[in-house]
Structures are given as C-alpha cells and as structure tokens.
C-alpha cells in the first residue's frame, strides 16, 4: 500500500489549506487514519485522527481549527487546516493502520507565515 500525501505550501497567518493521503488501495477496512507533523529541530506529533467508524480527535493546538476526514469511495483521507498561525509550519505525514500494519505517506510541506 502506498500513501500520496498532498496539498501543502506557502499560505499567511489566517489563511486555509487542504490537506489530501490518496491510499493506493481500498480504505474501507482501515482501522484509523491519522495526520501527524513534525516541525525543524522537534518530534513527531499526532494532530488528527479518525476511526473506521468516523469517529474524530484532534490535538489542543489544533482543536477548532482543523478538520480530518477521509471519503472511502476515493480511498483518500482529507485535513482542512483554517485560520493557520506560524506555529502550524512543518512537514505533515498521514499514516494509516491497517490490519496488516500501518503505512507511512511521504510527507508534504506546510509553511505559514506571519
């Protein structure tokens, strides 16, 4: 399985972006989707995720802000990012677990500035 994460870039403080985890096969049977990121100089951090039955949880920092989604005909996940701040900068990974393991995407850059 292969996980094609798009959608990051160069946006300014209070602008959106859409955040796309296009999975090479079916997403139906997969346990939980999550978003992650990992700013320069720190560790990696979940901020979103969602269950095989929609259920959803985001990170305090990104709590009201962000929405995870994910659309099973077309085996993508999705996280609307609004009202983005300069800490919100860093490259943000999918990850989904399957029964068969987790798969890791490659990774888009998110940059927000002030």
């Known amino acids: 399985v292969q996980l094609q994460a798009s959608g990051g870039g160069l946006v300014q403080a209070g602008g959106s972006l859409k955040l796309s985890c296009a999975a090479s096969r079916s997403i139906d049977s997969a346990i939980a989707m999550y978003w992650y990121r990992q700013a320069p100089g720190n560790q990696r951090e979940l901020v979103a995720s969602?269950?095989?039955?929609?259920?959803?949880a985001y990170s305090e920092p990104v709590k009201g802000r962000f929405t995870i989604s994910r659309d099973n005909a077309k085996n993508t996940m999705y996280l609307q990012m609004n009202n983005l701040k300069p800490g919100d900068t860093a490259v943000y990974y999918c990850?989904?677990?399957?029964?068969?393991?987790?798969?890791w995407g490659q990774g888009t850059q998110v940059t927000v500035s002030s």
């Open positions: 969602i269950t095989r039955i929609g259920s959803t």
């Open positions: 990850n989904v677990v399957f029964k068969d393991g987790a798969r």
